[in-house]
């Protein structure tokens, strides 16, 4: 697997179709009315599928451990939403934090992974 991470529109997506071929119709993108699809070549914003996890009172790292198989030769992206600012809403920080634990298993899990910059590529593992 490699994941890819980033802040907003900072290259994820374009760093997914460049450095791992990935095609338009490979990408599924998490929103909280379509949830997360594991089985898909690029899973894109799995923060919202995160989001989704805390309001619904589920645990998102649980879930990807659960359904490993489906995702473990996929390009997964994740938005950097848990660093800076602490949030004010406990929801919100519950979200962060979930993300970060989140990003923390799939970092160990994957094979490579990249933070875009800038539109840079910087490799992290």
């Excluded at 990408?27 to 690029?42: D, H, L, S, V």
């Excluded at 979930?98 to 910087?122: H, I, K, N, P, W």
Aim: proline share 1%; aromatic share 10%.
């Amino acid at each position: 697997m490699h994941f890819i991470i980033g802040g907003a529109y900072q290259g994820k997506l374009n760093c997914a179709r460049n450095t791992f071929a990935v095609q338009e119709n490979e990408i599924f993108t998490c929103t909280e009315e379509n949830g997360i699809e594991f089985g898909a070549r690029c899973i894109n914003k799995i923060e919202e599928f995160t989001l989704w996890c805390v309001r619904n009172g589920k645990d998102a790292a649980e879930i990807f451990k659960e359904n490993r198989e489906k995702w473990v030769n996929s390009v997964l992206i994740c938005m950097d939403i848990f660093c800076g600012v602490v949030p004010l809403g406990a929801d919100m920080r519950a979200w962060r934090d979930m993300t970060g634990r989140l990003c923390a298993y799939l970092s160990s899990e994957a094979d490579s992974v990249t933070r875009m910059f800038c539109g840079l590529e910087q490799r992290l593992k």
